[in-house]
């Protein structure tokens, strides 16, 4: 037997308001998780400190633009 709707979702605009809300929901979790899904780097104070110590490197030449003005 099926579960009566609430009052609330009697009226057709609510029922409208409470779908978007739920589909608004389920985008902003799949968003969430496809982020945020465990693909988080594992840093460590030797990482760090490595890194750190090499950013005063030139970073690896990158192609020009062919533009003279690129600076």
Known sequence: MKSPMPTFLHHPLA????????IKLLVI??????????????????????????????PASQPSSGSPHAD
């Open 15 to 22: 029922r409208e308001i409470s779908l978007a809300i739920v």
């Open 29 to 58: 979790a799949a968003i969430f998780y496809a982020f945020f899904d465990g693909h988080a780097l594992h840093l460590d104070a030797d990482s760090v400190a490595h890194r750190l110590a090499n950013s005063e490197q030139a």
